[in-house]
């Protein structure tokens, strides 16, 4: 050994995939989803001609070694071997029924390529001085997720893809209920591999109904991931205290617990919470990004993630917010549906503040931040809507209701379901009269 270590490469699959293809067109269909781009090739002389072969199919022309060399100017031939060459390709060629398994192997080689420059990468920041660790983690994620969006599709198989929805029909467990009668009747539930969003302006009591759906979902033994980008996780913890005591208030756990009584039943429910929902509630309030977020949720596969709220993720590479929530919602809608097992997504969203100009201030889909976008992929668009807040003393229902809008309900009905509601309790009621006296 001479101490020189060679790049992976398969160049033997390389001229088979290519003569074989030079003899007969037809087998690039075959390939084309496999080797998507002449850099997959490790040879650059490989490169250059499958790039003019992936040219002329794109405009439709006769693929064949004269077409071929026709493409390519005098000094590109002469640096690819001209017609020589070509026919020596011709002569490595394999079978129609090899020549898929023989691209497969191009393409691992390529990825092991990059695993390699992207793993070269994060040591070269990794052993600089001032590197900050944040950064440091956030490329890596990165570089991870680029190599994991290079892997080909399975392709479509119509056998495997009704047995996969017979199963689906079957498994009860794909359907996830809000916990609240009324919501499921309404919107018909959660589904794995879909995305719920809540919207609503500040002081609606948004937050207050996501913390009792994540209540509900732990109450049933399912696994949920919290994103917190706004409250720091202590503050939300100190509202689950405050759900799961049943007596405890947000005031007592603000002013300290100072009395004996308060202070035992806080200590009550955090002995539960941490006995009960120890293994089933993972709680982020680090995570701004995108990479950082759904490497966690690979990690812990969660039935449920909660993310609080999107119009606070950070994304790099694109500048117009319509573009960076389209890609959020978008991201998410594929995690959500190809995790194994899947979860469904609840993404809290605001409101336009253009939405305090109406009379009512009662939120539409066409107030949600970047809308359009939002509104086209979410299976279920729900609204919290506090009337108390908007109306005071004048709203119909009182201190101790609240509204829920099903805006937009792709496997149920839209409407409005009223709800009893207790700010202080941190607590959404199925009765109003519930809520006056809790």
Same mark, same amino acid.
């Not at 794995?192 to 994540?214: A, C, D, Q, S, Y």
């Not at 993404?347 to 939405?355: G, H, M």
């Given at each position: ?131 900050? =660790?944040?950064? &440091? @983690? ?9 190599? +994991?969006?290079? /892997?080909?599709? #399975? ?47 500040p002081g609606h009591g948004k937050t207050t109904f996501v913390l009792n759906l994540l209540h509900n ?19 939300? =913890?100190?509202? &689950? @205290? ?9 005031? +007592?756990?603000? /002013?300290?617990? #100072? ?144 509204k829920l809008i099903a805006a937009k309900v792709r496997y149920g009905e839209t409407g409005t379901a ?21």
């Amino acid at each position: 050994m001479n101490g020189i270590v060679l790049q992976p490469r398969a160049i033997e699959a390389e001229k088979s995939v290519l003569g074989a293809i030079l003899g007969d067109a037809t087998l690039i269909e075959k390939v084309i989803n496999i080797l998507h781009e002449k850099k997959i090739f490790y040879d650059i002389r490989h490169q250059a001609i499958w790039g003019h072969i992936l040219k002329m199919k794109k405009e439709r022309e006769v693929v064949d070694p004269v077409t071929l060399l026709a493409q390519i100017n005098a000094k590109e031939k002469e640096e690819i071997g001209g017609a020589y060459y070509l026919s020596e390709l011709i002569d490595s060629s394999i079978g129609p029924s090899q020549i898929s398994r023989h691209a497969e192997l191009v393409l691992k080689k390529w990825l092991q390529r990059k695993i390699i420059s992207n793993s070269q990468k994060i040591m070269d920041v990794a052993y600089e001085d001032n590197t900050d =660790l944040d950064d &440091l @983690i956030e490329q890596s994620h990165r570089y991870t997720t680029e190599i +994991d969006s290079l /892997r080909p599709g #399975k392709g479509f198989n119509l056998d495997d893809a009704l047995l996969s929805t017979a199963d689906d029909i079957l498994d009860t467990q794909s359907l996830i209920n809000f916990g609240y009668t009324k919501l499921d009747n309404l919107a018909g539930g959660m589904t794995r591999g879909e995305l719920t969003v809540v919207g609503g302006r500040p002081g609606h009591g948004k937050t207050t109904f996501v913390l009792n759906l994540l209540h509900n979902l732990l109450q049933k033994g399912l696994k949920v991931v919290l994103i917190n980008r706004e409250m720091p996780n202590t503050e939300i =913890l100190k509202k &689950l @205290i405050v759900l799961e005591s049943g007596r405890l208030s947000y005031t +007592d756990i603000r /002013r300290g617990a #100072k009395d004996e009584d308060t202070r035992e039943a806080m200590f009550q429910a955090v002995d539960q919470i941490a006995h009960k929902y120890k293994d089933n509630l993972h709680m982020f309030d680090d995570i701004r990004d995108i990479p950082r977020a759904f490497a966690e949720i690979k990690r812990i596969k969660p039935d449920v993630v909660i993310d609080d709220y999107i119009q606070l993720i950070s994304v790099e590479g694109i500048d117009k917010r319509r573009f960076q929530i389209e890609y959020i919602m978008n991201e998410y809608k594929w995690l959500a549906k190809t995790s194994k097992p899947k979860f469904t997504a609840i993404l809290v969203s605001q409101l336009n503040r253009a939405i305090e100009k109406r009379g009512d201030a009662m939120p539409l889909l066409s107030d949600l931040s970047e809308g359009g976008t939002i509104e086209q992929t979410a299976e279920c668009v729900l609204f919290c809507y506090y009337e108390y807040k908007v109306l005071h003393d004048q709203a119909p229902q009182g201190k101790f209701a609240t509204k829920l809008i099903a805006a937009k309900v792709r496997y149920g009905e839209t409407g409005t379901a009223l709800f009893g509601f207790n700010g202080d309790k941190v607590k959404f009621y199925n009765d109003k009269t519930e809520a006056v006296f809790g």
